[in-house]
C-alpha cells in the first residue's frame, strides 16, 4: 500500500538522549515535511524539504535537525532531547503538483522525560 | 502571527443535524485551501480542498464555502455521523496549493448519537 511509514510509533526517551525518528515514503513525491503536534497548537512545521539534496527550517526548527540524501527517506534528529520536545510527530509529503495537499503519516509519539 | 485561525476548539453536535467549522485567514496571497481530518492515533487525512476562484465545492455530505472579501471560509457537513467525530484543521496555501501549507489549530468536532 502506498503511502508513509512512520517509525517507531511511540518512544519514551531520556532528557539528553539522540534520537532518530525514521520517515519513508513510496510515492516518490519530491516534498517531505516534518510536523508536530501540541494540544492547543495544531500542527507547526519543524523542516522541510522540497527535493531531494535540500531542506529548510520550518516554524519550530530549535533543536531538530534533518536531512534528505535521496527521494523516499526524511529522517529527523533530535540531537539532545528535552522535555519540551514530547509531542506527536508527523511526517508528509506532497508532489506539489497536485491538488490534494499532503500525505500524512501515522504518526510517532515521542516523550522525553 | 498566526495566518489561519480556527477559533473554535471545539464543537458538539447531534447526529443528523448540521455541522459547520470555521476558519478565518490574514493573508490574502493564500489561493488553495484544504480540510483535513484527522482520528486519534492516526495521522491527518485529506477532506476536501477549493481553489480561490470557486466559492463553492461539494464532495457528497461534505461542502466548503469561501469568502474571499471576508478571508473565511467554513465546512459543512450535513447530515452528520458519529463517526465524523475528529479534529478538522483548516490550511491554505499559496501558488495552488504547490507551496507549503499553513495549518489551523484544528477544532475537535464531537457528532452525538
Known amino acids: 500500500i502506498a503511502g508513509i511509514t512512520q517509525a517507531p510509533t511511540s518512544q519514551i526517551l531520556a532528557a539528553g538522549r539522540r534520537m532518530t525518528l525514521r520517515c519513508t515514503q513510496d510515492m516518490r513525491h519530491n516534498a517531505m515535511y516534518w510536523y508536530r503536534q501540541d494540544l492547543g497548537l495544531g500542527l507547526r512545521l519543524i523542516h522541510y524539504?522540497?527535493?531531494?539534496?535540500?531542506?529548510g527550517k520550518g516554524e519550530v526548527p530549535d533543536g531538530y535537525s534533518v536531512s534528505r540524501a535521496n527521494t523516499d527517506d526524511f529522517p529527523l534528529t533530535l540531537a539532545s532531547a528535552v522535555p519540551s520536545q514530547t509531542s506527536v510527530y508527523f511526517c508528509a509529503s506532497s508532489d506539489r503538483q497536485g491538488s490534494y495537499g499532503y500525505t500524512f503519516g501515522s504518526g510517532t509519539r515521542l516523550t522525553v522525560v | 502571527d498566526q495566518q489561519v485561525k480556527q477559533n473554535s476548539p471545539s464543537l458538539s453536535v447531534q447526529e443528523g443535524r448540521i455541522s459547520i467549522l470555521n476558519c478565518d485567514y490574514t493573508n490574502s496571497m493564500f489561493d488553495y485551501f484544504l480540510w483535513y481530518k484527522k482520528y486519534p492515533a492516526e495521522g491527518p487525512t485529506f477532506l476536501i480542498s477549493?481553489?480561490?476562484?470557486?466559492d463553492k465545492n461539494e464532495d457528497g455530505r461534505f461542502t466548503v464555502f469561501l469568502n474571499k472579501s471576508a478571508k473565511h471560509l467554513s465546512l459543512h457537513i450535513v447530515p452528520s455521523q458519529p463517526g465524523d467525530s475528529a479534529v478538522y484543521f483548516c490550511?491554505?496555501?499559496?501558488?495552488?496549493?504547490?507551496?507549503?501549507?499553513?495549518f489551523g489549530k484544528g477544532t475537535k468536532l464531537t457528532v452525538n448519537p
Open positions: 477549493i481553489s480561490s476562484i470557486k
Open positions: 490550511a491554505a496555501s499559496t501558488q495552488g496549493g504547490s507551496e507549503k501549507l499553513v
Open positions: 524539504s522540497n527535493t531531494a539534496g535540500t531542506t
